[in-house]
């Protein structure tokens, strides 16, 4: 399966929560269109990939050289030493074959992946960009530290370090509604204190700004803490129903009517003998024509 669209169309966080729900083993291309035309060092294509729903890799370039030059920048091996390493046909990731050999230590490991991910953070940054999705596509072994995490948590460290929401203003939840829990098992992510707390508030049927009045809280931050606990799935978003006042709350001023034109007109009880008798006559007048 290969899907190519736009972030306009799904955001990064959608794709993630894609990937990490199906337990997708796949690789994926994001192409900054933001950078196109200004000065920027970053980098214009950037590559993740995942298995079973889990980040593996991640780099800013499409050679698949992107780990061995994090390490040759470190010079924490010699650049001859460490082509050797790659040119040898293995499955193993280059990362733990390092450390096997003694050239690294998990410190090293940690480092490299943590780098890794900083272009995650990056792509979240985008304001426009195209992706594709390659299903089935494992990383290279050359950009593979040995380290994983799941998608979600990924994400939701990129979104928790998040500069500009505008790209995703469309997609939070909206200040008017509630949210209620998904499960009712403990969070399977890590959560900060804030999520924690508004995670307290789901099921209240309490709308968002209400909540961000109770905690004191700005309730743009709730909404972006309430979209981190909707990609996390721990949560979903439920419009309320604004019920209409009853109308005793609304009485009628009866001084504010005009009802001096009513005071010549004819009662309708004194009408009533006669227009009974003009329904009779006219009654009596169909049937014998009909007779």
């Known amino acids: 399966m290969r899907l190519h669209s736009s972030l306009a169309d799904f955001s990064l966080a959608e794709l993630f929560l894609f990937i990490a729900q199906g337990r997708k083993t796949c690789r994926l291309i994001v192409c900054n269109l933001s950078s196109a035309h200004a000065s920027t060092t970053r980098s214009r294509y950037y590559s993740i ?36 390493f790659c040119t040898q046909q293995s499955q193993t990731p280059l990362g733990l074959r390092l450390k096997a050999s003694g050239l690294l230590d998990t410190e090293h490991l940690n480092l490299l992946f943590a780098s890794q991910l900083k272009h995650i953070q990056e792509m979240f940054e985008f304001r426009s960009g195209v992706f594709k999705l390659d299903k089935n596509l494992s990383a ?12 979600i948590e990924a994400a939701l460290m990129a979104l928790r370090s998040l500069k500009n929401w505008q790209t995703l203003a469309d997609v939070l939840p909206d200040p008017n509604s509630a949210i209620c829990t998904l499960s009712d098992n403990q969070p399977h992510v890590h959560l900060k204190d804030l999520e924690r707390q508004i995670l307290t508030f789901a099921n209240s049927r309490m709308s968002l700004n209400n909540i961000a009045t109770i905690i004191n809280q700005p309730t743009t931050s709730l909404q972006q803490a309430t ?27 009866l001084n504010l009517l005009d009802c001096s034109h009513l005071a010549h007109q004819p009662s309708p009880s004194l009408e009533l003998g006669n227009l009974s008798d003009s329904l009779f006559n006219n009654a009596v007048g169909y049937l014998k024509r009909k007779l």
């Not at 889990?54 to 460490?82: E, Y």
Request: proline share 8%.
């Open 49 to 84: 990939w995942f298995r079973h729903g889990c980040v593996v890799a991640a780099s800013n370039c499409l050679n698949g050289q992107g780990l061995l030059r994090k390490i040759k920048l470190r010079k924490w091996l010699h650049p001859q030493l460490l082509d050797q």
């Open 140 to 151: 290279p072994t050359t950009e593979m530290t040995g380290l994983t995490l799941e998608a």
């Open 227 to 253: 979209f981190r606990l909707i990609i996390a799935g721990l949560v979903e978003e439920v419009y309320l129903m604004t019920p209409q006042p009853p109308l005793n709350h609304h009485p009628i001023d």
